[in-house]
């Protein structure tokens, strides 16, 4: 069985591939989003537990007001048409970022979506809508300052002050349209993640690129600091403790 189990994915480049068939950029983003069912649907039958979606960052905003807007309508859209297939699939589905300053009816859409799938079992789908990863930090720092005033902060704290603790991090991030950078997206959870950018623009990319690159990625070998490993990094931090109190030990003696 693949070892990828959360996928994180940047879905870039839906303006160039507009600019270059001569439509608006919002055309990009309308292809893009039936690209993105595809991707839902294909990353169920794989089976994969968490796939992750940057749909919106915090910097989006800077965008023109109708791009903004096609944008939480694509959102919107999105909820009312898949809705059957979410519940059918078993889909448990989240929004992470702050959604408090999206419309109303946006938000109401997604609590109803989130209410509706809380007790699934299956593929965890998450959109990261007005999301950025500093803030998402910072928010959970300041959580904890707040009801632990005395502690010190640890790993395990912020782990679950995350928006979505229990997708645990990022085995895989894919980012499509050519760039390579990860844009404030999931920062603290792709810690060890592997990275694979394609050259395909969002509204090109399809279910077989998608199974191609996790068959790839499956093939690398991960090892977490280590120098050849087979478990997973919670195998590994293990091991490098055992490893440590050992030495610390010998040192003594
Ligand atoms: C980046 O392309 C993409 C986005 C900012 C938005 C991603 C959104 C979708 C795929 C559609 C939304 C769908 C749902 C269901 C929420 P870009 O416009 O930055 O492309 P460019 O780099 O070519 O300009």
Partial sequence: MSKIKHVAIIMDGNGRWAKKRFRPRIWGHVRGSSVVSDIVKSAD??????LTMYAFSTEN????????SSLFKLLKKFLIKEKARILDNNIKFKVIGE??????????LINEMEELTK??????LTFAFNYGGRS????????????????LLTESDLNGLMYRPETGDVDLMIRTGGEQRISNFLIWQMAYAELYFTPTKWPDFTPREFKKIIEHVSCRERRFGNVSHQGDLGD??????????????????
Avoid: C, M
Avoid at 119 to 124: E, I, S, V, Y
Avoid at 239 to 245: F, V
């Fill in 45 to 50: 039958d794989i089976g994969l537990a968490a």
């Fill in 61 to 68: 905003w800077s965008r023109p007001l109708e791009e903004v």
């Fill in 99 to 108: 959604t408090q300053s999206l419309p109303y009816e946006t938000i109401s």
């Fill in 119 to 124: 007790n699934a079992t299956g593929l965890k």
């Fill in 136 to 151: 998402e930090i910072v928010r959970a720092v300041n959580s904890f300052q707040l009801s632990h005033p005395d502690k």
């Fill in 236 to 253: 590994s931090i293990e091991k490098a403790e055992n490893h440590k109190t050992a030495f610390v030990e010998r040192a003594k003696h």
